[in-house]
């Protein structure tokens, strides 16, 4: 039996009797699936969501960890922790992707608007959401193929303290805290972490351990007003340390060098709600703001200490929203309509010394979004959505987008119907654009924006009276004008980045069943097909692109007994064959393959008392040799052990 046939198999058998009591999940609200939270049950996009509990139990440090088991979600990591992740959702690029952190867009002008995923700990996470699809119509450029939001924890007690402390393999330590309080009017919540390792080696030749160490806090705070004005405020910083190798230049492969890169993001957002009109006409302004430095330094010319690398990069977004609802039904969400206009300014900086080129260069760019939604339940069971945006750029030619979805609920059966279309888009970058790298890169300023339509349908279905829920998704989609960052020039000997002719396609089937078992037991499963093809200027047709598995598999399985203070939760991940590119010396990009894999992950844990917990936890626990990107290994097996504690 192949390994996909068995993570089916144990996907179908979650269905079967013998099923204890479970809460029903349809009623949580999923918050980025439109402009205003909505049920998951009254939803046509397929939405996947992790919660607290979830991240508890696995003990994963990093949210990447996480997303890599969710459908549709294809995760691509350049060796060993803290290096550069790259998560790609239905087969689209890293950058097609929205990522928001507490309402917050963190997708970076300068990496490419991708966000740096390796520098994501899951301390104070309280929650993943994703939303797959086109989802441009509502949130703009970066929402092509969906979104990803990440929401911190928020107490909602009276006083929660919890800490957490952990140790293990590759000389890593992991350890942090947090501090929250509701005093009725408002609440405050703090959190701090510290990640450091001594990694493993990146590169298939040598010894050089290439070390993380990553400094997360975050803070949050609300206050209501009066009974009708609520205002928050949230501040959140993350320093990343990784040492990575360089590019031998006789074999094009990582070698062993000193290199070092340090990351520091930032992110601000002070929101005012409103609601008047006993709650049916809500209000909110908000000013959101985020900062990433990157430095790099390179120790080889002097040794230690390290010194600056020639090139580091900045980039700035200052963002201001205003949005408005009202309720034409007495029954609230029956008869919504939205309004909302967003305002945008991305900046993008590279310095460094000038030499036979000079590097420097300031860039920005400025976008303003008019956006209307509107929502209705004509039957009980029946809920459509209709989204229109219009962007208004700086530097391209105005877009407007669109996006339409539907559900039926049959009660009687627990069968839902779901479907969903939509128009996305996506601006060149600035480093498509303007990217400097001398010898290697330059950018191109005449690209246009790559433009998508994509459908989808669906069924979910619940059985055992909610405690078994499936869903079934079909999807597809194409690209026009995708931009291909990797044409050589010959004319000055350097890469650069063109619209491709032809259209990109993207098509696929998703599938996850979760469960409530009996005995203790409870179960998630899934399994993605994706088929992403690219135009092939060199032989004509298409061909596979890179970092995009067709299959993809997961399962988790919870066990817990003694009184529900111990736990065992088995994790088990596989990734497909996928295609790779391979820059030659003789500047020659090759296609290769890289080769499957799965990877098993063992979390024990017992409680001690109700604030006390200690755990053990093993990853890749059959030390799996593999690679995500041509060249780059992974960390083999690992054991660590820490202890939790929380108060309230």
């Known amino acids: ?33 439109s402009r205003t939270p909505q049920p998951i049950n009254q939803l046509g996009s397929a939405v996947s969501v992790i919660d607290r509990q979830q991240i508890e139990r696995r003990k994963a440090p990093f949210v990447s960890d996480f997303l890599r088991d969710m459908p549709g979600i294809a995760v691509s990591r350049a060796g060993s922790f803290g290096n550069q992740t790259q998560v790609r959702v239905r087969g689209g690029e890293a950058n097609h992707v929205l990522v928001m952190i507490d309402g917050v867009e963190v997708n970076d002008p300068a990496a490419s608007d991708e966000f740096s995923f390796e520098q994501l700990t899951s301390w104070d996470v309280e929650r993943i959401e994703v939303v797959r699809g086109p989802q441009s119509a509502l949130w703009g450029s970066d929402a092509m193929a969906g979104v990803i939001n990440i929401t911190t924890r928020q107490t909602k007690t009276e ?14 330590s992991n350890y ?4 929250g309080g509701d005093f009725g009017r408002g609440s405050v919540d703090f959190s701090a972490s510290r ?32 009974e009708d004005l609520n205002l928050s405020l949230i501040g959140r910083y993350s320093d990343g340390t990784s040492q990575f190798d360089a590019i031998d230049g006789a074999t094009s492969l990582p070698t062993d060098a000193p290199l070092e890169s340090d990351v520091e993001l930032f992110l601000l957002r002070a929101t005012g709600d409103l609601a008047l009109a006993n709650q049916r006409w809500l209000n909110r302004a908000q000013f959101t703001y985020s900062s990433s430095d990157r430095d790099n330094k390179d120790g080889r010319a002097v040794g230690d200490p390290l010194i600056d690398d020639p090139v580091d990069f900045e980039g700035y977004r200052y963002g201001f929203e205003y949005q408005t609802s009202y309720d034409f039904s007495a029954d609230p969400e029956t008869n919504r309509l939205i309004l909302a206009v967003e305002h945008e300014r991305d900046e993008y900086q590279q310095s460094g010394p000038v030499t036979f080129d000079d590097p420097n260069q300031k860039q920005e760019i400025d976008n303003t979004g008019l956006v209307a939604e509107y929502l209705i339940q004509p039957w009980s069971t029946v809920n459509l959505s209709a989204s229109l945006r219009h962007d208004d750029n700086s530097d391209f030619d105005d877009e407007t987008t669109w996006r339409l979805s539907g559900t039926w609920r049959f009660d009687d059966t627990g069968t839902r119907l779901r479907a969903s279309a939509g128009k996305g888009q996506k601006s060149p970058t600035f480093t498509e654009r303007f990217g400097f790298f001398s010898g290697s890169f330059i950018g191109n300023p005449d690209l246009k924006p790559e ?91 298409k061909r596979r692109e890179i970092r995009r598995p067709r299959h993809m598999a997961a399962m988790n399985l919870n066990y817990e007994f003694l009184n529900e203070r111990a736990r065992l939760n088995l994790n088990v991940s596989y990734t497909g064959k ?53 060249g780059f290994q992974s960390p083999g097996d690992g054991y660590y052990a820490g202890v939790r504690m929380r108060l309230r």
């Open 159 to 172: 006083r929660s303290i919890g800490g957490f402390g952990e140790v293990g393999s590759f000389g890593t």
């Open 195 to 226: 990640y450091d390792t001594d990694g493993e080696n990146i590169s298939r030749t040598g010894g050089e351990e290439d070390g993380y160490e990553n400094i997360t806090a975050s803070l949050r705070g609300s206050f209501a007003a009066t």
């Open 578 to 630: 996928q295609k790779d590119d391979f820059f030659a010396p003789t500047f020659v990009v090759e296609r290769v393959q890289l080769d499957e894999y799965t990877l098993v992950d063992l979390v024990a844990s017992y409680d001690v008392t109700e604030a006390f917990s200690v755990y053990a936890r093993a990853e890749n626990l059959f030390d799996k040799d593999y690679e995500n990107i041509f």
């Open 1 to 33: 039996m192949t390994r996909i046939s068995w993570l089916l198999s144990a996907a179908v058998a979650l269905g079967t009797p013998g099923i204890a009591g479970a809460d029903n999940q349809t009623d949580n609200l999923v918050v980025r699936a």
């Open 451 to 541: 433009e998508s339509i994509g459908y989808e349908f669906g069924v979910s279905q619940e059985a055992a009276q909610g405690r078994v829920q499936a869903n079934l998704t079909y999807f597809q989609y194409k690209v026009e004008d995708e931009i291909n960052g990797f044409v050589f020039d010959p004319g000055t000997g350097s890469f650069t980045a063109e619209n491709a002719d032809g259209n990109s396609r993207r098509r696929g089937v998703e599938f996850d069943v979760s469960a409530q078992l009996a005995g203790g037991f409870d179960a998630q499963a899934s399994y993605t097909y994706t088929d992403s093809k690219e135009p092939d200027a060199a032989n004509g047709g």
């Open 176 to 179: 942090g805290g947090h501090l």
